[in-house]
């Protein structure tokens, strides 16, 4: 018998690997996507069927997790074996400014998934995945951090994802339902949205290096995160769900790295030396050296500074998982590391952006798009 999944925010960067892992794997895919005034489906394109084509494996629904009817409607007509719930505001500074559909979406968003498991009587026969998140511990309580870390979260995301968390263990303690958190650190990707650290930084970096933009804003240089590759993190969602015994566990690579070093390790790519000089809100990032000759820039340009804009009202300053539980349980190890992962992100963003600088070279008016 195929299998039968259901993800929601199959859209976003994990959803497109997911689909592209359980596809591999012979499962019946089917999505949640939201209506949106412009076509959202860039990151699944490639494995996109027809509608018209009998016999589809990737299926996608029109859905919202605010709206709990139309989760009912979904989870009843698909019956999955396995949901996959990675829709989710995911930005953490964007919820300082929408606390509100945050907390609707990514907190109540569970809860809706959950009981429409329950009501539609469901629960021994529907394994849930939930994507929970290293914010949880924010504020530093003890590092490395690992399933029995307290939690302190220091966001809007972060406290909705907290309410997603703790009804998640509720649910699978209350009904006896297949429900863990999967508590993945940070984990990137060519695929990455273009606001998240990473990609700006890549995206950044690629148009500088091309002579496509002049500098590149962030905002807290000092911060460490544990930064893993999204490829690899799929495949620990997907061997939670195949457990004897439901459990939670924490998905990391134990190793962690502050944003102005990933910035160094980017420009490196191109074979830019960057230099940080001053502290605080004045510090910058100079150029002082390029040896590959395709991506010359001055010896001294200064290429990155900061904008307080981007500071957060909270910050999380350190986040270094522990992943002995993982590697011990579900056997899973990441293939790639951090150089690695960079690699792959510029050598991506450089690609884009040849061809952006063929159309500005050929005369046509480039956009510019800011965040
Ligand atoms: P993305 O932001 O790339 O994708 C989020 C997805 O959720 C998109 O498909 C988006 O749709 C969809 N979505 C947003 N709001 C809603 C809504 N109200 N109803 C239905 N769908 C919605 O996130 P990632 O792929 O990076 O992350 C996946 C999940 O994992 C998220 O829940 C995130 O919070 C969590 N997480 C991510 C980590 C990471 O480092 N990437 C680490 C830990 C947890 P659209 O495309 O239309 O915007
Ligand atoms: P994060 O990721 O908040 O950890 O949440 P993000 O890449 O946004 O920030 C990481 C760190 O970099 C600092 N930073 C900047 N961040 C952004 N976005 N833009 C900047 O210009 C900038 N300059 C410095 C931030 O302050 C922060 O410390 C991600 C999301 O995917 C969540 O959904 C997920 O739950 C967590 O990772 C784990």
């Known amino acids: ?8 925010g199959i859209t976003g960067q994990d959803g497109a690997y997911l689909t592209e892992l359980l596809l591999s794997k012979g499962y019946d895919v089917h999505g949640v996507k939201r209506r949106s005034s412009l076509f959202n489906t860039d990151r699944i394109d490639h494995l996109y069927q ?19 009817t139309n ?3 979904i989870i009843q007509q698909v019956q999955p074996d396995e949901i996959y719930n990675l829709g989710a505001m995911s930005h953490v500074k964007v919820s300082f400014d929408t606390p509100e559909y945050t907390a609707n979406a990514d907190g109540i968003g569970t809860l809706r998934i959950l009981e429409a498991i329950r009501i539609l009587g469901l629960t021994k026969k529907t394994k849930i995945y939930q994507a929970s998140t290293s914010e949880l511990y924010g504020l530093v309580q003890a590092v490395p951090q690992s399933e029995t870390t307290p939690f302190y979260p220091r966001s809007p995301y972060a406290v909705a994802k907290l309410y997603a968390y703790w009804i998640t263990v509720n649910y699978r303690e209350a009904y006896g339902m297949y429900a863990c958190n999967g508590i993945l650190f940070n984990h990137e990707s060519p695929l990455r ?7 700006k930084i890549t995206r950044g970096v690629a148009k500088i290096a091309m002579g496509l933009q002049d500098k590149l804003y962030l905002g807290n240089l000092d911060a460490q995160r544990d ?3 999204a490829k690899d993190y799929v495949e620990a969602m997907y061997l939670i769900l195949q457990q004897e015994t439901p459990e939670d566990f924490v998905i990391a690579t134990g190793v962690t790295t502050r944003v102005r070093e990933f910035v160094r390790k980017a420009f490196a790519e191109t074979g830019i030396t960057v230099e940080f000089k001053g502290e605080g ?11 590959d000759p395709a991506y010359q820039v001055a010896v001294g340009t200064e290429v990155v500074a900061v904008d307080p804009k981007y500071f957060r009202p909270t910050e999380v300053d350190l986040l270094i998982g522990d992943p002995s539980k993982c590697q011990q349980k579900l056997n899973w190890k990441p293939k790639y590391d951090l150089n690695g992962l960079v690699k792959e992100m510029v050598a991506a963003d450089l ?4 061809r952006e600088k063929l ?11 800011y965040e």
């Open 1 to 8: 018998m195929k299998k039968v999944a259901l993800i929601t």
């Open 50 to 68: 027809d509608p018209h084509q009998q016999d589809r494996n990737l299926i996608l629904h029109y859905g919202d997790l605010s709206d709990s």
């Open 71 to 73: 989760l009912i409607r």
């Open 193 to 199: 949205g273009e606001t998240f650290v990473t990609r």
């Open 227 to 229: 930064w893993g590759h």
């Open 281 to 291: 809100d004045s510090e910058k990032g100079y150029v002082v050296s390029c040896s």
């Open 351 to 354: 690609e884009l952006f040849a």
């Open 359 to 369: 159309l500005k070279d050929s005369g046509y008016e480039i956009k510019n798009q």
